[in-house]
């Protein structure tokens, strides 16, 4: 794990359950969670970013701090919607990331990530589904492969 998916400012958006596992990971109420590494861009929360850029809880050598608890943006990565979709995605992710495959097809990389999302429970079929994690093609309906 390279961690290159955890620098930039990506604006990594926190749900509720996100919240509640960060927060009992590090030992904290909801309430200290958010008001210590979040903050409030309109309607949704944030995680704050470290002051060089990356996420809050990216050390360098030594990864993510926090990922076995990590909010589920980040276990869904590289499987987004827009990489699922579209091979032209995908090929832009592989540039970035050097853990996606390149000699798995767009077809097979769809199946995979489709029936990953659906085994640890990261999909969903709602119109207002977390961002990346709306899944409303016809692999979502019948869990199709397995990884």
Known sequence: MC???CEGEGGIVLSRNDTARLAAHLGMTPHAFLEKYSMKQGAKRHLVSN???ACVFFKAGAGCTVHSARPDVC???PFFRGNL???SS???AREDC????RDVS???FRRCGVAYLLEHGLASEAP???NALNLDFPEADNGAGTR
């Open 3 to 5: 961690g290159h998916c």
């Open 51 to 53: 002051g060089e850029g």
């Open 75 to 77: 276990r869904a990565w």
């Open 85 to 87: 979709m579209d091979p």
């Open 90 to 92: 995908l090929e832009m």
């Open 98 to 101: 050097k853990g996606i495959r």
């Open 106 to 108: 767009h077809e097979e």
């Open 128 to 130: 207002d589904a977390g």
